[in-house]
């Protein structure tokens, strides 16, 4: 492939997705996302279905064209919320499709009254760091030894959705 071809595909537009509940046919595909994302928080790997307390936009996935490419899941309390692990399967990365699941989860947080969302990155993960500071996530702290295979300290990341 000539250079100027993989910096033209480097570059694509973001390819079209759907972002949808989470049901229990998605979880071997999020399965397997989640094996092809070393980066990606914890996941209970041998669910077969929706886990508990993960109801509506908090049990996301994205499918293009058939396909299951990504998954957001993450919980509520009260007027918080935490997106614990997003992941897109490596074939659809740096297409929008981890943007879509975020936005998605987002609006739906802030229909239900939800002031501020939480999370956690690996702090080597400076991709993902970037990726939620143009969402609008501040830094907020440091959590050490967050993080097991490897041993690594969290940031903590913070987005308020009302004044």
Avoid: W
């Avoid at 694509?12 to 928080?41: M, T």
């Avoid at 996935?61 to 899941?73: A, I, K, N, R, Y």
């Avoid at 609008?136 to 050490?144: S, V």
């Amino acid at each position: 492939m000539m250079r100027g071809a993989v910096a033209a595909e480097r570059h694509k537009p973001a390819a079209a997705c759907l972002v949808r509940p989470f049901d229990s046919n998605d979880a071997s595909f999020v399965r397997e996302i989640f094996q092809n994302s070393p980066q990606a928080g914890a996941f209970a790997p041998d669910s077969s279905e929706q886990p508990s307390g993960f109801a509506g936009p908090l049990a996301l996935v994205s499918e293009s064209q058939g396909d299951v490419t990504g998954f957001l899941l993450g919980r509520e309390v009260a007027d918080e919320a935490e997106i614990f692990n997003l992941a897109v399967a490596p074939h659809y990365r740096r297409q929008g499709h981890a943007a879509a699941l975020v936005t998605s989860a987002l609006e739906g947080m802030s229909s239900r009254g939800i002031q501020r969302v939480f999370l956690e990155v690996r702090e080597s993960n400076f991709g993902a760091i970037s990726f939620y500071e143009k969402l609008g996530f501040i830094k907020n702290g440091r959590r050490k030894g967050y993080y097991r295979h490897p041993d690594e300290a969290a940031i903590t990341m913070e987005k308020k959705l009302t004044g």
